[in-house]
Structures are given as structure tokens and as C-alpha cells.
């Protein structure tokens, strides 16, 4: 009987202790109750009624992923192509994660292959080459919005590769090729242009500083003239001054008229007959200049 009893003891003691639950960092445990759901422990220490209360299922927190395969899909054109993408997702509720669907991956996986294929039939060969943030955002607003109901928050959805037909490769291939070159002619064009733009400015800059010169050099030779003639008007007042202080101003009148008889009679046959005041006269001032010279 003793041994009846410790022996009981002993195994009460062990359905206590197999009771006592530790959930551990980033888990979750849904707890039923006599076959109906009671609660969800999370992290920490949690006691169970043995024989009533059972764990029906230990759910993750961590952020997961689905590789999904390449799936065949049709564009708005008639271009069919190879599209695997990568759906991001964590569970939000664990209770629904439990009982809202049989199989979550398998619905995920379902629901992801129909909304890619509805998603790129929208959009032509062009426009899904070149949207994939479009698809992306949309991927994941309809997956988000589909999963709610499971318990399931998708965070993001990543279209990994676009995989087009061979020939509709080579087109675009041929079609970048001859962009290209396009571009490459255009940059040919404009160099060209630069250059010739360039030599005409040097030209005109040229012409510009060869006209400037010139009329530099016009305006230097007119003041050297204008100083020459005023240097000769200069000593032709110093002259008529010092004659005046000679014979004073009725003679310098008188000389200036025998010059204007001088000029008039000029490499001319023409006989003149100059006053005997004026010969003298200018035999006077004929002295002066030799005086001066002297």
C-alpha cells in the first residue's frame, strides 16, 4: 500500500509538472479547452489542465517567405512568359492562423498564382518589363487584403525574374541595339554641331578683334595727324608772333598777301607786279629767317 501511494504521488506529480508550459521569444500557442478554442499564450510561463486543456497548435512570429516557381502567365498582348516572384509574411493572429484556413501555404501559394496571372494580364509585354513596383504594390494590397481573414499579414511581394519568349528576346534585343545607335548618332550629331558652333564663334571673335584693330589703327594715325597739323599750326603762330614783334602787325598783314601772290602765281606763266613796300618787305623777313637760323 505504501508503495501504491508514492507511486501515485509521484505520477500526480509528473501530470503537474507536464501541466506547466514555457512558450518561448516569437511563439505563439493556441490553447483549446475540451475541443474548443480558450486561449492564446504567448511568451512567457503557462499552466494547463491535464486531460482538458491541449495545444492545437504552435505558431511562429517570425517574418516567413514563399518561394514560389515560375508560373506561366499571359500578357494584355498575347505574350506568354515565365514570372516567379517572392511573397513576405508574418502571422498577425494566431487564432485565425489556426482555424481560418486547412492549409495557409497552400492557400497562399493558390491565391498568389491567380492574382500574379490576373495582375500581369492587365499590362502588356512593355509595361510589365518596366512595372514591376507596380505589380509588386498590387501583388501585395490584393494578397493583404485576401489573407486577413486567415490571420496572415503580408508584408511585401517581390518579382524576382521576367522571363519573356526567345523571339520576343531577340526583338528587343534588335530593338536596344538599334536604340542605341540612335543615340549614339544623335551624340555624333550633336558633337558636330558643337564644333561647328565653336569655329564660328573663333571667326567671329577673329573678325571682331580684326575690325577693332583697324579702327584702333584709323584712330591712332588720325591723332597723329591731327598732332602733326596742330605742331605745324603751332609754329606757323610762333612765326606770325615773332614777325609782328618785328615789323608789327601792318607789316604781317602785308607778308601774308604777298604769300597768297606767291601761291597764286604758282608753277603759272603769269606775270605779277608786287609793290616795292612788299619786295622790301619780303626781303626783310628773308633776313629774319637767316637771322634765326643763324
Known amino acids: 500500500m505504501y508503495y501504491v501511494v508514492i507511486a501515485l504521488a509521484i505520477f500526480i506529480l509528473l501530470i503537474v509538472i507536464g501541466g506547466v508550459k514555457i512558450v518561448p521569444q516569437s511563439r505563439a500557442w493556441v490553447l483549446e479547452r475540451l475541443g474548443g478554442y480558450y486561449a492564446t499564450w ?14 492545437a497548435k504552435k505558431v511562429s512570429l517570425k517574418e516567413a517567405l514563399f518561394d514560389y516557381e515560375p508560373q506561366p502567365v499571359i500578357t494584355k498582348d498575347n505574350v506568354t512568359m515565365l514570372v516567379d516572384s517572392v511573397v513576405f509574411y508574418q502571422i498577425a493572429d494566431p487564432k485565425l492562423y489556426a482555424y481560418g484556413v486547412e492549409n495557409p501555404k497552400l492557400a497562399i501559394d493558390k491565391l498568389t498564382t491567380t492574382t500574379l496571372r490576373n495582375v500581369v494580364g492587365e499590362l502588356e509585354l512593355d509595361e510589365t518589363l518596366s512595372s514591376r513596383d507596380t505589380i509588386n504594390g498590387k501583388l501585395r494590397s ?16 517581390e518579382v524576382k525574374n521576367i522571363d519573356p519568349p526567345g523571339s520576343i528576346k531577340d526583338a528587343m534585343e534588335k530593338q536596344m541595339r538599334a536604340e542605341r545607335e540612335r543615340r549614339a548618332a544623335i551624340l555624333v550629331a550633336e558633337g558636330e554641331k558643337q564644333s561647328a558652333i565653336l569655329k564660328a564663334e573663333g571667326e567671329k571673335q577673329s573678325v ?12 591712332r594715325e588720325a591723332e597723329g595727324e591731327a598732332q602733326a597739323i596742330l605742331a605745324v599750326q603751332k609754329a606757323t603762330a610762333d ?3 615773332m614777325i609782328k614783334q618785328t615789323i608789327g602787325a601792318e607789316g604781317a598783314i602785308k607778308l601774308k598777301s604777298f604769300e597768297a601772290l606767291q601761291k597764286v602765281a604758282d608753277g603759272k606763266s603769269t606775270k605779277i607786279i608786287i609793290p616795292s613796300e612788299i619786295q622790301n618787305l619780303a626781303g626783310l623777313v628773308t633776313g629774319i629767317a637767316e637771322l634765326v637760323k643763324g
Not at 208 to 219: N, S
Open 42 to 55: 504567448n511568451v512567457g510561463l503557462h499552466i494547463m489542465i491535464p486531460f482538458i486543456d491541449r495545444v
Open 142 to 157: 490584393i494578397l493583404d487584403d485576401a489573407t486577413d481573414a486567415w490571420g496572415i499579414k503580408v508584408n511585401r511581394v
Open 208 to 219: 571682331i578683334l580684326q575690325a577693332e584693330a583697324r579702327k584702333e589703327a584709323a584712330i
Open 239 to 241: 612765326g606770325l608772333a
